[in-house]
Every structure is written in C-alpha cells, then in structure tokens.
C-alpha cells in the first residue's frame, strides 16, 4: 500500500505557472508508475500524466502534452507536475497516483490515490 500527499495547487492567471508536488510513503517507491489525474466540478476524473518507475517512459493527456512534463525524483520519493501555459479548463483538483507500471495506472488498477490539490486558473 502507498499513501500519497500532493501539493502546489494554487490560484494562476491564464499563461502562467504551478509545480504541483506528490510526496510517497512507501519503502518501494521506486517499484511504482505514478501519475496524475483531475476531477473538474461535474465531470469524470480524468487522466493527465504517467511516468514509469525508471523515469524512462511517460505518457500525456493530448489536452497537456507539451505544457504539464511529470517527473519524479525515486531517492526523494517525490513525484512532480509542472504546469505551464495554464489555462482555464485546466482548473481541477489535481490528484496523485500510484500502480505497477502505466497501463495499469490509466486502466483503473490504481493502487493509492493522494486527496487532491485544488488548481484554479482565472481567464
């Protein structure tokens, strides 16, 4: 079992900038894919970005690609998001997570979820 705590969400202007912070309470951090997901007002929890044990594989939500880059530091126990270009749909609750490897991780087998750190992003 992994317990997750995120961090860094915050109020932005549009175009601008927020490092959201997963910290991991477990002894096999590094044996995990981590990700994040977010939960609009109203809508389903969404898939935004993975990355595998190693660091070597990551993968994107189309609507972040090549503005959100995950990474994740396994001798600190730390995932991150960096978010750029913020824009108004991007305001969630942004949440943390764990699984075995990524496939797993998008097809619903989660292991731990984090309880959320809000973004709000003003036009």
């Known amino acids: 079992q992994v317990t997750l705590v995120e961090s860094g969400g915050g109020l932005v202007q549009a175009g601008g900038s927020l490092r959201l912070s997963c910290a991991a309470s477990?002894?096999?951090?590094?044996?995990?894919?981590m990700g994040w997901f977010r939960q609009a007002p109203g809508k389903e929890r969404e898939f935004v970005a993975a990355?595998?044990?190693?660091?070597?594989?990551?993968l994107y939500a189309d609507s972040v690609k090549g503005r959100f880059p995950i990474s994740r530091d396994n001798a600190k126990n730390m995932v991150y998001l960096r978010m750029n270009s913020l824009k108004p749909e991007d305001t969630a609750a942004y949440y943390c997570?764990?699984?075995?490897?990524?496939?797993?991780?998008?097809?619903?087998?989660?292991?731990?979820w984090g309880q959320g750190t809000q973004v709000t992003v003003s036009s």
């Open positions: 997570a764990a699984a075995p490897n990524i496939a797993t991780l998008t097809g619903g087998g989660v292991a731990g």
């Open positions: 990355i595998s044990w190693s660091g070597g594989s990551t």
């Open positions: 477990t002894r096999t951090f590094s044996s995990y894919a």
